[in-house]
């Protein structure tokens, strides 16, 4: 192995303005205005004659429905900045949501230069407002003014852009609230199961917007109290409530007889809603959802091994909390080197120690990585706090977030706890792992990741997400014997063929999405050794790819997720018998897999118990692996020159830089996924949906080696600042076809809107320096690495360059806000750059960077 060197760091960097760029946003050719006058005159006359059922409903209904209803207006292009206009006439904003991919029309095209109608996709947007008789009726007087063509008053000119583009102007109604989340799904799976029990559900309550507090939270509480009484109304029980104003989430759980819910399915029939339940058509409630239990499922049985002694971990305080289920604490490997901390008392939850199953396997990989590999342990205790507890009427008794509880009130609670109050809990943490999901993420971020997205930015914290799996069965339309006949290129394009058509069962579990957080897929990869494979298939017979139950990507907005991929088992499949050509996901306790502590199932005090285990759970434990001991690396560096931008602020999003820093796309994938994902300008968003930025190897970035160099810079920007660093090249490269590597990874993390369709308000970048080096993009789509909170550019090139000693390669991190948002804080970033050429060139990257580096700190003293 090359001799390993320390990362350098940046002594110092120049302060800036960022280049201000622009972009015209297309709109779409949009119908006559009589045409137009024409399509929404209805929707205007419904929007009244449904504001009139409302009140008569008021005068009548014992259960008093919200005096109000959500205004939905869909447009075909963007209107920006509109909620300005929509707040001046009295409408409670409540946010946008965009839409993409959508089908043109003889009305809504995109014109070719020559006028004429194209099928290009178009993109809309869906407003959403909180709607009184006042801001209706004004509402109305301008749509008057719009048809006589009268000037609309000071304030109001989008209204008139917003009427030439809208398609649709109606009521958020029964349908919005039922159908697109899946609940109606889960009620007919559940009566079928079951036609006599209760149904359960989730019910997202509006969050609009309100001059001052106590508006506000007078608001909120009528809200809660209409829907309170409508669902004990309906025979129905609550089984849990929360708000937590920061993320603007406010929700219930419960329970409704099934005569109830039956009502529910009508509005699949039929667009009058009379017939239905008043809870249905409640206009407190955004929508009904499944209650998701965030299930952590493990085998119950596992093995005796024999461990070897490894050094206890030292008394520093502890870096990483683990949240996950209770950890079986005396086993060999984890004994003295865990905190638990229950203030929910989480344990007497569990019966038995068996029940012990998912924290224990958590808590073994972060402390030890897969014990199969023997790596050194932690050098600090790691910090749990439990928060899923067994599922005791279930078969498995697996553990999980009961119905009783929102998993955002327990995780909300833990970090709040670790660093607030008199007695913090543990307040020295950075990273936090949640190797845990929920239901599948669908357009809009969930509530759950909304409020990772604030704690991380809020405590400074990285948080590690598992993407989530996907055990359902693989139908692959080939026989076990046909599919063994197959070479192994042609197995792994059969597979993925498969995903990429079903991609869309194939989405991100909640709270993955969470854009401050890294989010973790699984590669196909382990270091067990198989001694019996039994009639279990390997569908994939590569480690260049995520096992075939990782989900995948995107995330919110087209941002890359999983961002990496680490690994996370080989996962067999069976071949299912009377099925025509379906593989169902092999759970066995053996190998393949990784080797985990596992707790006592015998009740009779074994301590030495270990399971094979596979999945995205395990791929982020070993990431919170990873950022530990690369946080100690961040420690070491402190005291360098430059060494102080390494602090509080700024520790998290070096080290998702530094993770994220270290992967890539493999070769072998990539030759195999441009075969599957269609071929066109978004082939690489394509290909990212099942890399992300790659297979990462986080052992790479804790040094440098003579061929290669990796310096890291970190900072506070404030809007439309910018801050510069220079690295220097090693003349060396000069006028030579030596095959050379710039990896830049910037990282930071963001104050979130929950009512701004874009939701990140804060956004940094920079352009990567190609000339000087002669260098080209590779992997990640150049657009799509700056829709998160972490760019990642790989560039690549043999070409001869030509340039001085002394020169250097310029990097310019810029902040702005995120699509006209502006923004007061100041943004902590993470900056990581490597240079490197092969081994066998002997060019001293190294060397020469630290020199140079080396002189710049004297000159600056």
């Not at 509402?139 to 030439?164: D, H, I, T, V």
């Not at 390997?538 to 919110?556: K, M, T, V």
């Not at 600042?721 to 030579?736: D, G, K, Q, R």
Request: aromatic fraction near 8%; hydrophobic fraction near 35%.
């Amino acid at each position: 192995m090359a001799s390993e060197q320390p990362l350098l760091v940046f002594p110092s960097f120049q302060r800036a303005k960022r280049d201000k760029g622009f972009s015209i946003g297309k709109l779409p050719h949009t119908p006559s205005k009589s045409e137009q006058i024409k399509r929404l005159g209805p929707q205007f006359k419904r929007l009244q004659q449904a504001f009139k059922a409302e009140r008569l409903a008021l005068q009548t209904d014992s259960q008093g429905l919200f005096p109000e209803f959500v205004l939905v207006i869909e447009t075909r292009g963007r209107i920006e900045d509109f909620y300005r206009a929509a707040q001046a006439i009295g409408i409670g904003w409540l946010g946008e949501i965009d839409l993409d991919g959508l089908e043109p029309d003889d009305d809504f095209y995109i014109p070719d230069k020559n006028g004429q109608r194209t099928e290009k996709h178009l993109d809309g947007r869906l407003y959403l407002g909180m709607t009184d008789q006042r801001a209706l009726e004004e509402l109305l007087r301008l749509w008057g003014r719009f048809k006589e063509e009268q000037p609309l008053g000071q304030g109001n000119a989008k209204w008139r852009e917003l009427f030439s583009h809208a398609k649709e102007i109606r009521r958020w109604g029964v349908k919005d609230r039922l159908i697109d989340y899946g609940i109606l799904d889960d009620w007919a799976q559940s009566i079928e199961d079951d036609p006599s029990a209760p149904v359960t559900f989730r019910v997202e309550l509006w969050y609009p917007e309100k001059p001052d507090n106590s508006s506000r939270q007078a608001h909120q509480q009528a809200e809660e109290d209409t829907v309170r009484q409508a669902i004990i109304a309906g025979g129905g029980e609550i089984l849990a409530n929360i708000r937590i104003d920061e993320i603007h989430f406010h929700a219930f759980k419960g329970q409704i007889p099934v005569s109830v819910a039956r009502s529910a399915f009508r509005v699949l029939e039929s667009e009058d809603e009379t017939g239905l339940a008043t809870l249905f058509r409640n206009n407190a409630i955004r929508t009904f959802l499944p209650i998701a239990q965030g299930i952590a499922s493990l085998p119950s049985e596992g093995e005796p091994s024999i461990f070897f002694s490894k050094p206890l971990p030292n008394d520093k305080p502890p870096v990483v909390a683990l949240l996950d289920g209770y950890p079986f604490s005396q086993h060999d490997v984890l004994n003295n080197r865990i905190d638990i901390y229950d203030p929910d008392i989480l344990l007497s939850k569990y019966p038995h120690p068996k029940n012990m199953r998912h924290g224990t396997a958590m808590a073994s990989l972060i402390v030890h990585g897969e014990l199969d590999a023997n790596e050194p342990p932690l050098s600090r205790r790691i910090f749990c706090q439990p928060i899923l507890e067994p599922d005791l009427m279930s078969r498995n008794e697996d553990e999980h977030i009961p119905e009783t509880v929102f998993a955002e009130d327990r995780v909300h609670k833990a970090i709040v706890e670790m660093f607030e109050g008199d007695k913090p809990t543990a307040p020295t943490i950075y990273i936090v792992n949640l190797s845990i999901g929920e239901q599948p993420f669908f357009r809009e971020i969930s509530p759950w990741a909304r409020l990772i997205d604030w704690l991380a930015w809020k405590y400074k914290l990285l948080f590690l997400i598992s993407s989530g799996n996907q055990g359902i069965n693989i139908n692959l339309g080939l026989d076990e014997s046909t599919f063994l006949a197959n070479t192994d290129k042609k197995k792994i394009q059969t597979l993925l063929h498969h995903h990429q058509k079903n991609l869309f069962d194939r989405r991100l579990l909640s709270p993955s999405e969470a854009i401050n957080a890294l989010t973790i897929g699984a590669q196909h990869k382990d270091y067990s050794t198989i001694s019996y494979l039994a009639n279990r298939v390997d569908l994939l017979p590569s480690n260049n790819f995520p096992n075939p139950a990782s989900r995948l990507g995107p995330g919110f907005r087209q941002a890359i997720k999983p961002e990496i991929l680490l690994p996370g088992g080989r996962q067999l499949y069976r071949y299912c018998l009377t099925s025509n050509g379906a593989y169902s996901i092999d759970k066995n306790k053996i190998a393949p897999g990784q080797k985990t502590a596992a707790p006592d199932h015998t009740g009779t005090g074994l301590t030495n118990d270990c399971i094979y285990t596979r999945g995205t759970s395990n791929a982020t434990a070993l990431a919170t692996r990873a950022a530990a001991k690369l946080y100690e690396v961040l420690e070491g560096m402190k005291n360098l020159p430059g060494g102080d931008c390494i602090n509080r602020d700024t520790t998290a999003p070096l080290l998702k830089a530094l993770i994220v820093h270290s992967a890539t796309w493999p070769d072998e994938a990539i030759d195999v996924l441009k075969t599957v994902v269609p071929k066109g300008n978004k082939q690489k968003r394509g290909i990212t949906r099942f890399l992300g930025y790659g297979v990462a190897d986080p052992a790479r970035v804790e040094a440098c080696v003579a061929q290669r160099a990796t310096v890291l810079g970190a900072g506070l920007l404030q809007q439309d600042e910018a801050h510069e660093y220079e690295l220097p090249i090693p003349v060396e490269l000069s006028n030579t076809t030596e095959w050379r590597r710039l990896i830049i990874t910037l990282a930071w993390l963001t104050p979130v809107n929950p009512t701004h369709r874009v939701y990140r308000k804060a956004k940094l970048s920079f352009q990567p320096p190609k000339d000087l080096l002669a260098v080209d993009r590779q992997h990640a789509d150049w657009q799509q690495v700056q829709k998160g909170t972490v760019q990642h550019e790989v560039l690549e090139g043999k070409k001869a360059c030509v340039f001085q000693d002394g020169d250097s390669l310029r990097i310019k991190i810029a902040a702005q806000g995120d699509t006209s948002q502006n923004f007061d804080e100041a943004i902590p970033y993470g900056l990581a750059i490597t240079l490197e050429v092969e081994d066998q060139s002997g060019i001293p990257i190294y060397e020469r960077v630290r020199e140079k580096l080396t002189v710049r700190i004297v000159a600056s003293v």
